[in-house]
């Protein structure tokens, strides 16, 4: 314990030296007025929602290069755009999904009671009188002696998943992540899982707490044309052939229809042992996909370090959304304006606040990611095809929605325990008179829904930490409230507009913040490490060697 302490105190008045000899070398601090700025234009109805591959991205994209270029940053691999390949699959259900089973017939509606599509190649996907298994969580972790496909073959069947994982179920502290939503909860992963065991179709059912979000963000994001990386080889056979999702009330009535009860299902699937359901039912349902290829494109730009310019310090923000969809109270653009233009502004304006002062030892890449919404595709692409080798890419920083609370006492670390970049955060807050705090809703699973997760996957120590919840003029439980209220409200809605009311007070400060930590490790030979325990050490050990 005494070491630790000792530890953190040595390791805090290290970065308050390197801030204070750094402080002749900083460019003037992001403003409020500034992000605004930008979030005003990003945002706005012209971008059409900067869906990739639509007029939205022609006008978006263009937009940030320009930045980039007007504040000097320099093209990577002489270019500022780095070409993503994708296929865009427009699909829905042809007709209801429909249930029988113990002599009924159920049927159930596309956008109102179930989101079903394809992302195969194919001029058809269709289950016709279908087997159906509920596999719990659907969730093969052997670190964790977990395996619901244990004993159980589902190949060419419909599976019926959970969202989430046991831990959140529980609340038991020593089951995945507790309370805090681990990578198998969520639902690429469970998807993915599926289709390795061969499943025809993967059906995830949707409680809005387990998820993270209510009904309308599954029915409007899934409700658009879906986006998907193009392998290697093209194809795109390692998808069931049909994924989606199903009301909450469509599941129980599944299962009633099955001679069983929803609750005691769900129960026992959260309880180690659990054992797939064979259910007695069949489903059906077909769906007749049109694809288009697209280019979509990363926007890159590069500031060259001075005396270690082959090592690297990356900043990143997705700069799209979700482009025109799904009437809400008439309006049909879905404008993301926190979600993210406020983080495409706030890496514009770090990397002016650098082009403004002395040149790094290290070289800054700032990155604004493509296809974020569609399943963090850009920063795939990126992962798989990285500029610059992972082994030296130093750490990595992310913005995915700024502050627009005003100012707050705290700091929100998304996805603790993971590297002693957290160690450097924490050191600053302790000098800017900030705590940091755990993610208000761990249970949302946060560390796995944005682009520093395909960073972390190989092996690169990154953070993703922003303005928190307690507000200075309103307390915790109104900055709590605020927050509940936008996802409830505005997620992934066509309300997500830019406003002049609202106050990015707080969002310069997670950008400054985010300045002081990476302009350390710009200006210095540290190292950041993954902590013992952390499932991404290995990977950066491996890329190392």
Known sequence: MTHTIRGAAALSLALLAGTALAASKDGPPVTAGALSGHVKILASDDFQGRKPGTAGEDKAVPYIEGQFKKIGLKPVAGSYLQNVPMTEITSKADGPLTVTGNGKTLAYEYFTQMMLWTRQRTAHAEVKDNDVVFVGYGITAPEFGWDDYAGVDVRGKTVLILVNDPGFATGDPALFGGGAMTWYGRWPYKYEEAARHGAAAAIIVHETRA??????????????????????????????????????????????????????????????G????????????????????????????????????????????????????????????????????????????????????????????????????????????????????????????????????????????????????????????????????PEPFPERGGYYRSDHFNLAKIGIPVVYAKSGIDSVANGADWGRAKLDEFTRLHYHQPSDEWSPAMDFTGGAADVNMLYDISHDLAFSDAWPKWYGKAEFRAAREQSQR
């Open 211 to 272: 998820a993270g979000y209510p009904w309308g963000v599954v029915a409007n994001s899934n409700g658009i044309p879906k986006l998907t990386l193009i392998p290697a080889d093209g194809g795109l056979d390692s998808r069931s052939a049909i994924e989606g999702w199903v009301q909450l009330d469509v599941a129980k009535e599944m299962m009633q229809a099955a001679g069983l009860d929803y609750a005691t299902v769900k129960d026992s699937a959260a309880r180690r």
């Open 274 to 437: 659990f054992k797939a359901v064979p259910l007695p039912l069949k489903v059906s349902v077909g769906i007749t996909p049109t694809e288009r290829d697209i280019i979509s494109h990363n926007v890159v730009g590069m500031i060259p370090g001075t005396k270690r310019p082959d090592e690297v310090v990356m900043v990143g923000a997705h700069w799209d959304h979700l482009g025109v969809g799904p009437a809400v109270n008439g309006d049909t653009i879905y404008n993301g304006a926190l979600d993210n233009a406020s983080g495409v502004a706030g890496l514009i304006e770090m990397a002016k606040r650098y082009t403004h002062g002395a040149k790094p030892d290290r070289s800054l890449l700032f990155i604004a990611y493509t296809a974020e919404e569609q399943g963090l595709l850009g920063s795939e692409y990126y992962a798989l095809h990285p500029l610059v080798a992972p082994a030296k890419t130093v750490a990595g920083f992310n913005m995915d929605g700024l502050g627009v609370l005003g100012p707050v006492r705290d700091v929100v670390l998304v996805g603790g325990g993971k590297s002693d970049l957290e160690d450097r955060l924490k050191a600053w807050a302790a000098t800017h008179g900030k705590v940091v705090n």
